[in-house]
């Protein structure tokens, strides 16, 4: 199970951070992604983290203003998201799988969103 949250309403050039908890124990082959989707839209990888490695891949619509961390401790994967533009608004996904693909269909488990809005 996946808990994602620390959505909200920012304006342009704020800064949100959103967190994804797991109720289990991540193995250190699991994966852990953030999608975003609009509705009508399909969606969309931001990023994703391998948590035993701590490898870490950004699509290029964020890279440089988005960084995704772990907290081993409290089982839980940040997705810090800094110069925050109107087209990054969206709901946030979590994900979990064992690749750190940008294909949604290769995880397996999936956190409920979050939404993010940001205004110009």
């Known amino acids: 199970q996946l808990q994602a949250s620390g959505g909200g309403l920012v304006q342009a050039g704020g800064s949100l951070k959103l967190s994804c908890a797991g109720s289990g124990r991540f193995f250190s082959s699991s994966v852990i992604g953030w999608f975003r989707q609009d509705p009508g839209k399909e969606r969309e990888f931001v990023a994703a983290?391998?948590?035993?490695?701590?490898?870490?891949y950004y699509s290029d619509s964020v890279k440089g203003r988005f960084t995704i961390s772990k907290d081993g401790a409290k089982n839980t994967v940040y997705l810090e998201m800094n110069s925050l533009k109107p087209e990054d608004t969206a709901t946030y996904y979590c994900?979990?799988?064992?690749?750190?693909?940008?294909?949604?269909?290769?995880?397996?488990?999936w956190g409920q969103g979050t939404q993010v809005t940001v205004s110009s």
């Open positions: 994900a979990k799988g064992t690749s750190p693909t940008s294909e949604p269909g290769a995880y397996s488990s």
């Open positions: 983290i391998r948590w035993g490695r701590s490898s870490t």
